[in-house]
Each structure stands twice: as structure tokens, then as C-alpha cells.
């Protein structure tokens, strides 16, 4: 028997031939660079069935999860998986927007950029395990929420502005680059974030270099941060290459629970499982109905999504039979806008039911939801789920749960709830927006606004 290794930490990913244990045993990761088609994807279903638990996940960054499995069966999926000659991603996670190179609102098409990097940081080890790069062409869909290490974002047909570290609004611009050169300073900071050490990542480094460039009289130090030929340090936005407002403004990030009209007459469907989890046989109905309708690509996507790409008619039809099967199909649904993770029993660490909690909230709280923010409802203060700060979030601990306000999971609560009145503290939290709410203001708005002491009394019912 193959013995594989275990990924246990929150620091770490799992991976096909690297699976991470779980509650529900071992859990893993099929990460794609490609489309594939309806049938490969029914195809890995089976192969849930046959190796794991028949669950099957969709991450918050499109990739496929097969969850259930044992240190017998996981070497097996592994081995079945390679052979069906899937697109598979290996090595650094560089990642584009699923419509990239088929949305003409794109300022440029990200996606020779982000395979030269893949292809030129082969050598490149001792990167942190959740190492990541964005390259995002803008476009109807962005990947604006994602945390990324190394982010690039098209300003110009030719210009790519570069952040390093969290969201493309929680962090800053440190230069924009004409594209021959996108590749060398790529390189140049993973080799600079390697010799940091396996924990480093992007934030760090934007440290390190705004700290250089505030005092540029420094001799370079030996750890090689001073500014180079690369010239990754912060400039003035004035300065950048003659950029314009409103090349460097972004555009908002798009739900891709919506119907796309792509180039060459395509079309896109965004269809997805509630809170990111699906039964093997449920996706395997959808895949087949697609097939039946001509479908012939589809890519999980952010969001815990998959988008089918084929006629407007095609795509029409398949959303209408998502939606008669309990598929999230639009923006609007409240269950879009909860990340939950898998919860207990699936996780070891988690001390709730996560999703019985998340189907509750959509249910009884959806005024709340909004879509202004995410519902953070997470079984640990780990937060795997939603690592960004977030309005509200629901925190399972060793004997209650922990609300936060404007912060992690791991963050300071501003009032506790037992497991058994979770979802009627949330629904007086939710009345209570309801009655502050001013006239255009959305709840994530209203939520901040309140604060933490009138939230906590009404959390635990205090006049």
C-alpha cells in the first residue's frame, strides 16, 4: 500500500496526491487550469463514489474536493484521476478569471502571463504552501476577493499594475509594468519570498519593501530586499507609466451566478451547490442534463461555482433544471452569500453543524443578507472558509459560540451564544438590522455602523 502524505495544518492545502485529514477521513484536491467537459466531471463523481464518501466539494477558488476517502482509497483516486489526462494545475497556484479569453470587455487576456509564470517558477521551492498569483485581465468576472500573494491586475493592453499580499482593495499598489518585464519581477519576488523562508508570503514582503523605500539611504541588506532591477518598490500612482483614474479604478467583481454572453456567440450559465458541497449523484444528474443540451465545457470557479459554456437556449435550460434541483443559480439567493465550511462532523477541529446553521440563516434571515458582505460561519476559529475579515461571523468553540464583528474568526467576539440559540441570536441580530437600516444602506453599512455594544445587546436580548 502507498503511504501518502497528510496535510494537518490550516497553513497547508491538500492536494491529489496529498490529501489532508479530515472528520470524515481523508480529504482531496483536483485543482484544474482548464476547462473540462460535462462528462469528466460526472466522471469524478463516480470516482467520489467509488473512493470516498460520494461528497464532493467546490472551493471558494474552483477547485474540486473529493472528501471520504481512506489511506486505501486515496492512492486509488489519485491514480484514476491522472488517468482520465485532466488539465491538472501543478506546482505554483497562478490563477485567471474563468472567462478569460473568452469575455471581449477584458482589457487584456491574462492568460499567457500566468502560463509563463507557472512555466518559469518550476524551480523556484520552499515557497509557503497557500503560495498564490492573480493575473487578472478584468472583465465581467474578477477575482478581486481572492487572497493572492502576487497580484496583476491590466491597466492597459500592455501595462499590468502589481500588488503583493490579501484582496485587491486591502492592499496597495507597488508598481505598474510594461509586460516584458512582468515575468522577470514575478520571478524576482517568489525568489525573494523563498529565501524568507516556507512561511512568508506577499504581505510580508510589501512590508519589507515599504520599508526599504522609506528609508532609501540604507545600505542593502542581506537578505537581498533592496530595490533592483526589477523595481518592485512603491511608487507614486501619478507616476505609473501615465496611468489614468480610471485605468487604475478596477471594476467591480461580478457574481458568476448570472447568464454570460461571451465572444463567438457563447454563453456562460453559473450554477453552484449550496455552501460549496454537493452529493456525487446530484452532480452527476446536472452534468448529465447539460450533456443532453449540447453543453459541451464547463470550469468550477469562484464562489463555489461551475460554469457551463454553450447556447443562451442551452444555458436557460440548464439553470431552470438547477434550479427545480436545489442548485444556487443566482446572485440574489441568500445562500450565495454565507460562507460556511464543511463544519462538524466533517471537520476534526469544528464544534458545529455548520450547514445546518448556514440553511437556517438563508432561510429565516435573508433581509440581512444582502450580498454587502459574507456571513462567516465557521466550526473554529481556523476561519478556513472565509480568512479575510468579515461584518459578521459565527465562530464554533469548545462550548459556545463566539459572534464577531468586523474581524476573523479568531478575533475578539462582542457577545457568545449557546449552540442551541445560534439561530435565534442571528434572527435578533437581522430584526435589529431591519429597524436601523436607513433608506439606500446595506447591511454590511448598517452592521458597522451599529457597533459592537448595541449588537451585543441584541444578541443576548438586553433592553
Request: glycine share 8%.
Amino acid at each position: 500500500m502507498t503511504t501518502l502524505p497528510l496535510t494537518l495544518q490550516r497553513g497547508a492545502c491538500p492536494a491529489l496526491s496529498a490529501p489532508m485529514m479530515t472528520g470524515d477521513g481523508l480529504l482531496a484536491r483536483i485543482s484544474l487550469i482548464e476547462a473540462i467537459s460535462p462528462e469528466q466531471l460526472a466522471d469524478i463523481c463516480l470516482l467520489a463514489l467509488r473512493h470516498g464518501n460520494g461528497m464532493v466539494d467546490i472551493s471558494a477558488r474552483g477547485n474540486l474536493q473529493v472528501r471520504g476517502l481512506s489511506e486505501m482509497s486515496a492512492p486509488r483516486l489519485d491514480a484514476d484521476a491522472r488517468a482520465m489526462n485532466l488539465p491538472l494545475r501543478e506546482g505554483l497556484t497562478v490563477e485567471v478569471p474563468p472567462l478569460a479569453g473568452m469575455d471581449d470587455s477584458e482589457i487584456a487576456d491574462p492568460r499567457p502571463l500566468a502560463e509563463a509564470i507557472r512555466d518559469a517558477s518550476r524551480g523556484i521551492t520552499g515557497l509557503a504552501p497557500k503560495m498564490a498569483v492573480v493575473v487578472d485581465g478584468g472583465g465581467l468576472l474578477r477575482l478581486s476577493d481572492l487572497l493572492a500573494d502576487i497580484r496583476l491586475i491590466a491597466v492597459g493592453k500592455h501595462d499590468w499594475k502589481l500588488l503583493l499580499g490579501g484582496t485587491e482593495q486591502s492592499t496597495h499598489v507597488f508598481n505598474v509594468l510594461r509586460e516584458t518585464l512582468v515575468v522577470d519581477t514575478v520571478i524576482d519576488l517568489l525568489k525573494r519570498l523563498a529565501s524568507l523562508g516556507n512561511k512568508a508570503r506577499g504581505r510580508d514582503l510589501a512590508h519589507r519593501l515599504a520599508v526599504n523605500e522609506a528609508a532609501p539611504h540604507t545600505p542593502p541588506s542581506s537578505s537581498g530586499l533592496s530595490r533592483g532591477s526589477a523595481s518592485v518598490a512603491t511608487v507614486d500612482p501619478s507616476q505609473m507609466l501615465g496611468t489614468s483614474p480610471s485605468m487604475t479604478a478596477g471594476k467591480v467583481a461580478a457574481s458568476p451566478f448570472d447568464l454570460f454572453s461571451l465572444s463567438n456567440h457563447l454563453h456562460a450559465i453559473g450554477i453552484g451547490p449550496a455552501f460549496g458541497q454537493a452529493k456525487a449523484e446530484h452532480l452527476i444528474a446536472l452534468c448529465n442534463e447539460a450533456v443532453r443540451l449540447g453543453i459541451k465545457s464547463l470550469k468550477p470557479a469562484l464562489d463555489h461555482s461551475l460554469l457551463f459554456f454553450g447556447t443562451e437556449i442551452a444555458c436557460r435550460e440548464l439553470r431552470d433544471f438547477a434550479d427545480s434541483n436545489g442548485f444556487i443559480i443566482s446572485a440574489t439567493d441568500p445562500r450565495g452569500h454565507i460562507a460556511a465550511c464543511s463544519g462538524s462532523p466533517a471537520c476534526n477541529s469544528a464544534t458545529i453543524a455548520t450547514h445546518e446553521i448556514a440553511a437556517a440563516a438563508a432561510a429565516e434571515c435573508a433581509g440581512l443578507l444582502d450580498g454587502s458582505f459574507k456571513l462567516h460561519v465557521t466550526g473554529c476559529p481556523k476561519g478556513c472558509a472565509h480568512p479575510q475579515p468579515a461584518a459578521l461571523t459565527l465562530c464554533g468553540t469548545a462550548d459556545r459560540v463566539s459572534l464577531i464583528a468586523q474581524g476573523k474568526a479568531a478575533d475578539q467576539p462582542f457577545a457568545f451564544s449557546s449552540f442551541a440559540d445560534t439561530n435565534a441570536t442571528l434572527r435578533r441580530l437581522a430584526d435589529l438590522v431591519r429597524s436601523e437600516r436607513r433608506p439606500s444602506e446595506n447591511s454590511a453599512a448598517c452592521l458597522a455602523r451599529i457597533g459592537s455594544d448595541r449588537l451585543e445587546a441584541a444578541a443576548t436580548g438586553r433592553p
